[in-house]
């Protein structure tokens, strides 16, 4: 028998055959265990390792509820602030995430996203679907030219540097802001901007991809919003977290912002439906890593640390 783990959420075929055959695995039938059943489940099968996901929060009260025979907190994603990695680590838990497996498909989701808000997506889906009753005149119902634009990133990992590329595809001039620059290699004609706010007036387009937490949380404010170009568009394919919705909602009623592509919430799934109202939004339900081939290569790359750790072996990706 292998160890005994607990994966708590459905995961590809691929993926909980190998859980199966691996180890000794009880797997989620279904999403709907919280923290709270989670705890459970660890406690009755006496794991020694978890498979987790982004909405089950392990905070501190929860990780002092873990049993000792818990080892290993191998989350199926590469954000990790539902974790609080400090609190496991102290009490001897590794903790690892899914780096580099997930970074094409999340960029192609951005573009998606780009692309969807710039050219009014999701209007255009509504009036087919609504039975498209007349042409339009040459002036109505126009976008906003995505080529060309000038698009800044807050966040330049690995995600943001897979958005750079393409968006260098499509003749985009790319600024960027993080807490520290690339080395040139890779910043590949991006341009640094140590300032995020200083940054915000020359983009045309921004799209946000730091990680959640303290720092980053509510980093788009009023105040934030407002320093962008009255008709810029607003992208999110990184952390609910890092907006003040208030401030987004007003930006995009008033026209500052001309659309939004949005596919994180500050709530979820119980986001504020105000943005559902807004015809200038397209939304999208946290699925940017959400293809076939990469929820299994995520969901593999978490048994492969779950197998290091359990195995007595360093992790692949501790966080
Ligand atoms: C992540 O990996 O952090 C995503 O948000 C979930 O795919």
Sequence with gaps: MGHRIVVARPMTEAVAARARTEFDAVLAADSAWDTEAVLHQLAAHEAEGLVTWVTIRMDAAAIARLRPSLRVIATCSVGFDHIDAAAARTRGIVVTNTPDVLTDCTADFTMLLLLAACRRAAEYDAIMRAGWARSYAVNEMLGLRASGKT?????????????????????????????????????????????????????????????????????????????????????????????????????????????????????????????????????????????????????????????????????????
Excluded: K, W
């Design 151 to 319: 698009l800044g990133i807050l966040g330049m990992g690995r995600i943001g540097q897979a958005v750079a590329r393409r968006a260098r595809g499509f003749g985009m001039q790319v600024l960027y802001s993080d807490i520290r620059r690339l080395p040139a290699a890779l910043e590949d004609g991006s341009e640094f901007v140590a300032d995020f706010r200083a940054m915000l007036p020359r983009c045309q387009i921004l799209s946000l991809h730091a990680p959640g937490g303290p720092e980053t949380d509510r980093i788009m404010d009023r105040e934030t919003f407002a320093l962008l170009p009255r008709g810029a568009v607003f992208v999110n394919a990184a952390r609910g977290a890092l907006v003040d919705e208030e401030a987004l909602i007003a930006a995009l009623q008033s026209g500052h912002l001309f659309a939004a592509g949005l596919d994180v919430f500050r709530a979820e799934p119980a986001f504020d439906r105000r943005l559902a109202t807004l015809p200038n939004v397209f939304l999208a339900p946290h699925m940017a890593s959400a293809t076939e081939e990469t929820r299994t290569a995520m969901g593999m790359r978490a048994l492969d640390n779950l197998a290091a750790v359990l195995g007595g072996r360093a992790p692949l990706d501790p966080v």
